[in-house]
């Protein structure tokens, strides 16, 4: 047997879509949708729940707003964007699903996401694993040291910290520093054989921004700004993030 | 760079095309980018395309803050997809360029009991220009852990 029919109300005057329209360019194309589901057959996230990308669509079109809001299923859809590239309308439901989990109130949302959020905002490393600036140039120091001596071909090897006009800054996901710091290596020899100008800084190295899958506008903001200023203020060309 | 490692072990990989690098900013050109890369590391014949594959490919289920969400089983069914993929192509390794994929991957494997072992490309470029050393082997499985050795 299928599912149980929705109900419908009278659709109110403004409504949770009507306001991400507001904010998107072309209105999101939120009002196109030809509900040929190409969006949710492609997408890992169907079903999850019962919910899926097309139904979610259609219930804020609905004026559904409290049911999805509420739905955890915008802590499922990972915003990949598959559904836009698919869909002949090229209607962002990922930006919809962002201000869903928008609506939720911040300390609701998911501990994870926002510990590593608030952890970020600490300090100006941006690290979401809350590793210091004295840290992370200790790490890095550290681990060159020991690959500098105990591999000849590498003796000359430079894993450069705040590095005055390098061409490029790289950052670096918090983990390999925390967790598993051999993994850096293999980067450096890299960069080491081509001749790469490259350095780290103390400040904004972290890669990870988790303010952004909180959908904390101020605080993603700000998360960027600091790693931007981070790559002016040491004059480099090219900001390579590889997250 | 050099895939001669590889011409008579011929261990299998595949590639995970990184939502953020391929569909979300440089779209198939990248990917392509990648071929070229990963091609000459492992050599053309050891590589085996998922699909859909490019701008088409699945999410692993790793990005948007999931890994970091506390819902690790609708992680895991969203990643079934992508474990599908992978098995599909009978690889032995697959490649991923993103650390949020990595650690989805990796996962994915691991509550299958490791049908495929998950790498970092970095780990095969070097291992690929011989400089490879013992304690970079991390996530290669026990087919690799002595194979190139820098140093050896
Ligand atoms: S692919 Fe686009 S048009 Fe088709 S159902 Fe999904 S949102 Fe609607
Ligand atoms: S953005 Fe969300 S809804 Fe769209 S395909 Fe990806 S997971 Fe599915």
Redesign the interface.
């Known amino acids: 047997m299928g599912e149980p029919a929705i109900k419908l109300g009278t659709k109110r005057s403004s409504t949770f879509i009507d306001k991400v329209k507001d904010l998107l360019p072309e209105g999101g194309n939120l009002d196109l949708c030809l509900t040929c589901g190409a969006c949710s057959s492609g997408c890992p996230a169907t079903g999850i729940g019962g919910m899926d990308a097309r139904k979610f669509l259609r219930m804020a079109a609905l004026g559904m707003d409290e049911e999805i809001q509420q739905s955890p299923w915008v802590w499922h859809c990972t915003m990949c964007q598959r559904c836009i590239y698919v869909c002949p309308m090229q209607i962002n439901i990922p930006q919809l699903v962002f201000y869903a989990r928008q609506s939720w109130p911040r300390d609701q949302r998911p501990k994870g996401i926002l510990g590593s959020c608030d952890m970020a905002l600490r300090n100006d490393t941006c690290s979401a694993m809350g590793a210091t600036e004295e840290d992370f140039e200790f790490v890095v120091e550290d681990v060159l040291e020991e690959y500098r001596e105990a591999q000849p071909e590498f003796k000359d090897m430079e894993a450069p910290v705040n590095k005055q006009g390098a061409y490029y800054f790289l950052n670096q996901n918090s983990r390999e520093p925390v967790t598993e710091p051999d993994e850096m290596v293999p980067l450096w020899k890299i960069l080491h054989l081509v001749g790469a100008d490259w350095t780290y800084g103390t400040k904004g190295w972290a890669a990870e921004n988790y303010c952004m899958f909180m959908a904390d506008d101020e605080a993603w903001k700000h998360i960027v700004e600091v790693k931007a200023k981070a790559v002016e203020d040491l004059g480099c060309k090219v900001w390579l993030n590889t997250e | 760079m050099t895939p001669d490692w590889n011409k008579d072990l011929k261990v299998k990989f595949t590639v995970q095309d990184p939502?953020?690098l391929v569909?979300?900013s440089f779209g198939d050109p990248v990917a392509e980018d990648l071929r070229y890369v990963v091609k000459n590391v492992v050599g053309e014949e050891n590589f085996i395309d998922m699909s859909?594959n490019r701008?088409?490919?699945?999410?692993c289920?790793?990005?948007?803050?999931?890994l970091?969400?506390?819902?690790p089983e609708?992680?895991r069914?969203?990643?079934?997809?992508?474990a599908n993929q992978i098995l599909a192509t009978g690889a032995d390794y697959c490649i991923t360029p993103?650390?949020?994929c990595h650690?989805q991957v990796h996962d994915l494997s691991e509550i299958r009991e490791h049908p495929w072992q998950t790498v970092?490309l970095?780990?095969l470029?070097?291992l690929s220009?011989g400089?490879?050393?013992e304690?970079?082997r991390?996530y290669l499985g026990e087919d690799l852990k002595n194979v190139a050795m820098?140093?050896a």
């Open positions: 939502c953020q569909r979300k859909p701008s088409n490919n699945y999410c289920g790793g990005g948007g803050g999931f970091q969400s506390g819902y609708e992680r069914q969203y990643g079934e997809a992508k993103c650390h949020n650690a970092h970095w780990t470029i070097c220009l400089v490879l050393g304690n970079e991390e820098y140093g």
